[in-house]
């Protein structure tokens, strides 16, 4: 099994090589062989990484010790589900999880740019002189895969080969045991929790995620194409990157909350730094993307932030395996982190060069005609993102340079963090609030006006009833306003949206205008999200209270409003550990509320013991008892933690991927899947799909029109989808396409304003 | 004023604010970070100073408290060692001949005391050897 796997290596070392220098010589080329065999060569990389994924597996689930990597990372003791998460728990095995992800996400991105088949198209004539460009290309023709998703393909194939090529000469996953081996080391007793089984893979796959809008962003830079076409393809995979990586850092926090033991999930430890260093800079580019599309504003910034947070990414895997920087989670010397710290130096050079040489191409499209439009709001949040990141990535490097520089090696503490996210996170929760009420290119509309009073007003009053409460620290205070303002100014946006499409409130307008506009309120939702993650960290970082006790069984405590009873104390003993727990009831007025069991888990092999806690969640807060240890007499020490409103912290992680899952949900047919199409002329659709004016699109529009001319003909507003194939289809005379695809997103408000100006009508109310 | 002004002076502003947080913050929290060697060298230097120093738990030195409240230790550098003793949260997994860093405040009579003490403990990536010989 060992040799198989280590052939399949091997094989997908090559093979993605191959793939890689195929699409990127082959995208120049003419003959569309080259490109079709360096996909071809693409697939056999990713089929030979799974077999080498199945072959690790398999030696994990069969504990064969014959392969070092499962001799270091598990044992006979070991739990089935965690004798497969060592998978990924190692070097090697993480890496080659990272590759298998790399490439499968790879052969996704090919696989969505693939041209739409239509069933009436005819074969291509493999003849055709028009071999080069994208126009009519189909999966059938002789142009696919079209030049420029070549490239993209084979940058992403060309990280595969780079991650594959670290496995092959410096973290074989393959490795053998250098002497027999009965017994593995198994896996550390604090890896042993839920979020640990998904919290790596996760985060990998965030990571592999960041790729794409990375290689977009490298092509478009590259072919000096940097038209609307890049960002139109870099948004979703941009926006599941940043929800992954997202999901995948809160997991994190989730075992640091629960598995160390000591009430908190955030340290600002190297490691965290690093994978948050990324979500920031990608938070940014998600909304560079959106200035740019909406306001021709952001584009060099956007560009650089694309390669940034890919960079940043191969950052935080040099801050996790070089062994230069200190942190909670361990680290070992090894020379494959500063491989990844040169890629990061390298794409850091590289990006700027390239920014700089089409800067030209980049300007800016129109100035700022408002401080309260989205552009502004949105340059304000990229500017506090920057910083954030800034600050992070300072306080993080900090030790090593200033070692470097001065040779005295110097660190910040979590108070330098901390400091710079008071201004800093209330400038993103002031523009997150706002956003909905705000409009591209232009001032607020009266009735957003009122509604911004009106939220500010409610806000106002939160913040007051929270002082009132006894909530006496600002931050808090203004958390709360904040939170209660964006609630506020998103049911205000909808309603002003809704009272477009209706003279008087209906649920059937305000249904219309959830469902037209559901891209833009999903916008909203994430933003929601994060409104309810920081009242969750405000709430438990400002609120926190813990005290220390030890009882003896039958006593009775008073603490924060409860009564808390030690019950009695339990020893078990397990196949591979002793377990020792507390059994303690908390009652409040009288009222048994729960029974927490906190405990102490020793694990024979490892020899170590964990401390297991016990959590009592509501939405007031976490009540979180933890169990330290016990004299023979009897007698227990235990720390009681009341966190409040914790659980909005992970309600808002919850609601932050609901906004997402709506956002990427697919609805009406995106007008220009691929170049191509948008360029073609307009009779081409009618041939291809079917009798003139009987297509979906024209049905509907048409049926829209007809509405509309009985009722209001100045408020009709099209689905996005309709004005991209209108403006996409009739552009061919040469309408730029970004102006076509500035539309595909726009709050249904912005499009009636637009539209009134294209039209010579009213500019919107 | 033009609007482009306006962002400019309100970026300002917030620039401003993050910086002057960003200065209050590392002057409140830096801390020399420095191996177990170099602080018994410098202890002079270092005493009443907020450090943060590493080694490894010498063998025969661990105490710890009945409630885990309180650990004393031996940092064991290369050629010196440093008397540790440090509460608040100990890690599950102290113990001797681990690798440790300790924050707090090193006192004029060259003990460090400290109130953070971290491990390098969920070793994602250099496990202990496995064992040659047999099962637990």
């Known amino acids: 099994m060992r040799t198989l796997g280590e052939a399949c290596l091997l094989a997908a070392f090559v093979s993605s090589g191959f793939a890689a220098f195929a699409c990127l010589a082959g995208a120049g080329l003419p003959d569309r062989r080259v490109r079709r065999a360096g996909t071809w060569a693409a697939r056999i990389s990713v089929l030979a990484l799974t077999m080498v994924a199945a072959v690790l597996a398999w030696a994990l689930a069969g504990r064969d010790f014959s392969f070092a990597y499962v001799a270091q990372y598990s044992s006979t003791l070991l739990p089935w589900h965690y004798a497969l998460s060592a998978l990924w728990v190692g070097q090697a095995g993480s890496l080659l999880l990272w590759a298998w992800f790399m490439g499968l996400l790879a052969l996704l991105f090919h696989w969505q740019a693939r041209p739409p088949r239509s069933p009436g198209s005819p074969r291509p004539d493999s003849s055709s002189p028009d071999l080069a460009s994208p126009d009519l290309a189909s999966p059938e023709s002789a142009s696919w895969p079209d030049a420029a998703t070549c490239s993209v393909f084979g940058v992403l194939m060309a990280y595969v080969c780079f991650l594959t090529a670290v496995m092959v000469f410096a973290a074989d996953p393959m490795a053998a045991s250098l002497s027999a081996v009965r017994e593995g080391s198994g896996l550390s007793p604090l890896l042993q929790h839920p979020a640990m089984l998904i919290h790596p893979p996760v985060v990998f796959l965030g990571y592999a995620l960041w790729t794409v809008p990375f290689a977009l962003a490298l092509v478009a830079l590259s072919s000096g194409r940097v038209d609307g076409d890049w960002i139109r393809q870099a948004r979703p995979w941009a926006l599941s990157a940043w929800t992954v990586l997202g999901v995948g850092i809160l997991l994190g926090a989730d075992w640091a909350y629960e598995e160390l033991g000591w009430g908190g999930y955030w340290g600002w430890d190297p490691v965290e730094n690093g994978s948050l260093l990324p979500w920031l800079t990608g938070t940014a580019l998600i909304h560079g993307l959106l200035a740019w599309q909406h306001g021709q504003a952001l584009k060099k910034t956007t560009l650089g932030l694309a390669i940034a947070t890919f960079a940043l990414c191969n950052f935080a895997t040099f801050l996790t395996r070089s062994g230069v920087f200190s942190s909670l989670h361990a680290f070992s010397q090894s020379p494959i982190g500063w491989l990844f710290l040169a890629l990061m130096i390298g794409l850091a050079v590289g990006g700027v060069v390239g920014v700089l040489r089409r800067r030209e191409l980049l300007a800016p499209g129109r100035p700022l005609r408002s401080v309260l439009s989205r552009e502004a709001l949105v340059l304000v949040a990229t500017l506090a993102l920057l910083l954030l990141a800034l600050t992070v990535l300072a306080g993080t490097v900090s030790t090593a340079l200033s070692a470097l520089i001065s040779g005295r090696a110097v660190m910040v503490g979590p108070a330098f963090y901390n400091s710079v996210l008071v201004p800093v996170g209330l400038t993103l929760l002031w523009t997150t609030a706002m956003a909905p009420l705000l409009r591209w290119g232009r001032g607020p509309s009266r009735e957003q006006k009122h509604w911004l009073v009106g939220s500010a007003g409610v806000g106002g009053a939160v913040a007051g009833g929270a002082a009132w409460l006894g909530v006496r620290q600002p931050v808090g205070l203004a958390v709360a306003g904040l939170a209660a303002f964006a609630v506020v100014a998103f049911a205000g946006a909808v309603l002003v949206d809704a009272a477009r499409r209706e003279p008087v409130w209906t649920a059937r307008g305000l249904l219309a205008a959830l469902r037209q506009g559901r891209r833009q309120y999903a916008g909203f939702v994430i933003h929601l999200g994060l409104m309810c993650l920081a009242v969750g960290v405000a709430g438990s970082s400002l609120g926190k209270r813990e005290q220390g006790f030890r009882l003896t069984a039958g006593q009775t405590v008073s603490w924060e409003g409860r009564r808390i009873r030690l019950a009695r104390v339990a020893q078990r003993e397990l196949a591979d550990r002793l377990v020792a727990e507390a059994v303690l009831e908390i009652s409040r007025g009288g009222r048994l509320e729960a029974t927490l069991v906190p405990a102490q888990h020793y694990h024979k092999r490892q020899q170590e013991w964990t401390t297991e806690v016990a959590i009592h969640a509501t939405w007031s807060g976490d009540f979180y008892a933890i169990l330290h240890s016990g004299t023979a007499e009897g007698e227990l020490f235990l720390t009681l933690v009341d966190n409040p409103l914790m659980r909005w912290l992970w309600l808002g992680g919850a609601i932050m991927v609901l906004g997402t899952g709506l956002r990427l949900w697919p609805g009406a047919r995106p007008a220009a899947r691929w170049a191509g199409e948008r360029q073609a002329e307009p009779g081409r659709r009618r041939a291809r799909g079917g009798p003139v004016g009987k297509t979906k699109l024209e049905r509907r529009t048409r049926h829209a029109r007809l509405l509309n001319s009985a009722s209001k003909p100045f408020s009709w507003r099209p689905r996005a989808a309709q004005v991209n194939h209108d403006t996409s289809i009739t552009t061919a005379a040469g309408t730029r396409v970004d102006e076509a695809l500035r539309f595909a997103d726009d709050s249904p408000a912005d499009r009636v304003g637009d539209r009134g100006r294209r039209d010579g009508g009213p500019a919107g109310r | ?136």
């Open chain 2, 1 to 136: 004023m033009t609007p482009g002004v306006k962002l400019a002076l309100g970026a300002g502003v917030v620039v401003g604010v993050t910086s002057y947080m960003a200065y209050v913050g590392a002057s409140a929290s830096w801390q020399y970070y420095l191996t177990a060697d170099e602080c018994v060298a410098r202890a002079e230097q270092l005493a009443d100073r907020r450090v943060r120093v590493s080694g490894g738990v010498a063998v025969g030195s661990l105490q710890v408290a009945a409630d885990r409240s309180q650990a004393s230790f031996a940092l064991q550098g290369a050629t010196a060692r440093l008397r540790v003793v440090c509460s608040g949260p100990l890690p599950d997994n102290l113990a001797e001949k681990t690798e440790v860093v300790v924050e707090g405040r090193l006192e004029p009579s060259g003990v460090l005391r400290g109130d953070k003490l971290l491990t390098r403990c969920a070793s994602k990536y250099e496990p202990r050897p496995p064992d040659a010989r047999g099962g637990p």
